[in-house]
């Protein structure tokens, strides 16, 4: 499988850039997941990927050989690529077995070696039995798993899936996910995984690529972006993050000195001295009965998951409203301290510029 890299990839249809100066790279047997709200670019990149959208500028490369760039756009058939879509794509006139021979029966294979493979990548979606099925009569499951199979067939360099999941409920999302982690461990293949939803990227990638208004915010595996977001966007977007506006006065050795309203502590970061964000999850909050490190006024609660998750409206500070699991029920208006207990510092100026960043030697 093979490493694939884009540098500076641009593509725009007559107004702003669909996707604007995008660089990142991943090892071979990567999970990448592109991540971002619906318009981010995601879905453009991936079509470049796979050769039906042309960049108008930038490249990309699988190992080091272009397969888009100014002088260079290998078309799709040629870049050994799978391709697994929301709908399925499947032929309905044909059985399992049918719509898996289909594109071994272009690449040429003999019968014998046909054979061969159909075997192997039932065994691995486990769809063993159901090779004489047509379509209609699986489960979504089971077609997602198919049209996987289908691509895994003809050994491809790449395994693109365009928001596969989509068309499942919420029980069969959660089981293909599971496939999904199983058969990239068996195969080994290197993914790429187009959603919008953070959950399911979370759940089985292993690097995430998080975009927005064309351009790329921050790269890294996925307990990166939760634990060291880059930029306010990806601190608010990962796991319903929370900013607070500091002023930075001190940084060193990824420990920062930051002034929070009237407050002053220590917090990891790696901002310089300034006007910077403070970001955090709701795990890294508590109530306190004592002053705490802000003071906040309750702005309404609703009962879920055997607590009363609370909004609340910090005092003195220019902030959104923060959400908080709170034991009891309180009056609207009641205040209370909010004890800080964890986050990380960035500097207020980050734009989220594209990055141009390999994950290889984290991962060796």
Known sequence: MPRLAIRSLTRSFGGPPAVDDVSLAIPDGAFLALLGPSGCGKTTLLRMIAGLERPDEGEILFDDEVMAGPERCVPPERRRLGMVFQSYALWPNMTVRGNIEFGLKIAGLSAEERARRIAEVLEVVDLRGLDGRRPHEL??????????????????????????????????????????????SVTGATFVFVTHDQDEAMAVATHVAVMNRGRLEQIGAPEELYRRPET??????????????????????????????????????????????????????????????????????????????????????????????????????????????????????????????????ELA
């Open 232 to 361: 306010e966007m990806v601190a608010r977007f990962i796991g319903r993050g929370r900013t607070l506006p500091v002023e930075v006065l001190a940084s060193r050795g990824g420990l920062c000195t930051i002034r929070l309203g009237e407050t002053v502590l220590d917090m990891p970061g790696e901002a310089a001295a300034g006007p910077g964000w403070l970001c955090f999850h709701a795990s890294d909050l508590s109530a306190e009965t004592e002053r705490g490190h802000i003071q906040a006024e309750l702005v309404g609660q609703i009962f879920q998951n055997g607590a009363w998750l609370s909004r609340l409206s910090p005092l003195g500070i220019d902030a959104d409203v923060i959400g908080l699991p709170l034991a009891e029920r309180l009056e609207p208006g009641a205040r209370l301290g909010i004890a800080i207990n964890g986050g990380w510092v960035i500097a207020r100026a980050s734009t989220g510029a594209a990055l141009v960043r390999s994950m290889q030697p």
């Open 139 to 184: 489960s979504g499951g089971q077609r997602q798993r198919v049209a996987l199979a289908r691509s895994l067939a003809t050994h491809p360099r790449l395994i693109l899936l365009d928001e596969p999941l989509a068309n499942l409920d919420a029980h069969l999302r959660e089981a293909m996910l599971t496939e999904f982690r199983r058969i990239h």
